[in-house]
């Protein structure tokens, strides 16, 4: 027998965190800035309602609740949507590997895996996008000289010697690490909150 996908269930539930997913990627205070990283990279936490829906729910959740958050954003976009769209393109980076694993090993080994599995890739794919093109393109987007970006990446770490992988390397990297560390150790801490209301799910 056919399993049907988009039940009205799962659709509800795609809507609650998505609506809670756009919430924290679209409210200003709901972001903030630290000292010791590049002034224009946010710290926002958009990702954690899309772990904790595809660890709960499955893959196809947790990817549609980014999918729906960035399509919200959208609108409101000041970077020409390229931003909105990187920003998708690293969610899914960053849940898919820890939601696949998670969801052929439901145990508390499997989640740890999976999320250590998750960021690595997401810095991967981070590491190829900011190596690459980003720092060119938003110095293009807001007229900034590159030389200029190039002198913020020193001042935080006087080994940067280009824009491209060596700042991708010491200030983008460093900057992601922390941010995927701190969205898997909040993941961690609410998804057992949520999971009661998971498990008949999984038993039927």
Not at 49 to 78: D, E, M, Q, R
Request: glycine share 4%.
């Amino acid at each position: 027998m056919k399993t049907k996908v988009f039940t009205v269930r799962f659709m509800a539930r795609v809507a609650i965190f998505s609506a809670i997913a756009a919430i924290l990627y679209c409210v200003p205070f709901l972001k903030f800035k630290l000292p010791f990283f590049l002034s224009f990279l946010e710290i926002h936490f958009d990702e954690i309602p899309a772990f904790v829906a595809s660890f709960a729910y499955g893959p196809l959740c947790g990817s549609l609740v980014l999918v729906i958050k960035t399509l919200i954003k959208l609108p409101f976009t000041s970077t020409a949507t390229v931003g909105e769209w990187l920003d998708l393109l690293y969610g899914l980076a960053l849940i898919l590997p820890a939601s696949i694993i998670y969801k052929k090993h439901r145990t508390y080994k499997g989640a740890i895996i999976g999320i250590i599995a998750s960021i690595f890739a997401q810095l991967l794919v981070s590491f190829i996008c900011a190596g690459t093109f980003v720092i060119n393109f938003y110095a293009a987007l807001f007229h900034i000289e590159p030389e200029k970006i190039l002198k913020m990446g020193q001042a935080l770490n006087p080994n940067v010697k280009n824009i491209y992988f060596s700042m991708a390397f010491y200030c983008f990297l460093p900057f992601n690490a922390f941010k995927d560390a701190i969205i898997a150790i909040l993941t961690i801490l609410l998804y057992p909150r949520v999971r009661y209301f998971t498990e008949k799910r999984y038993k039927k």
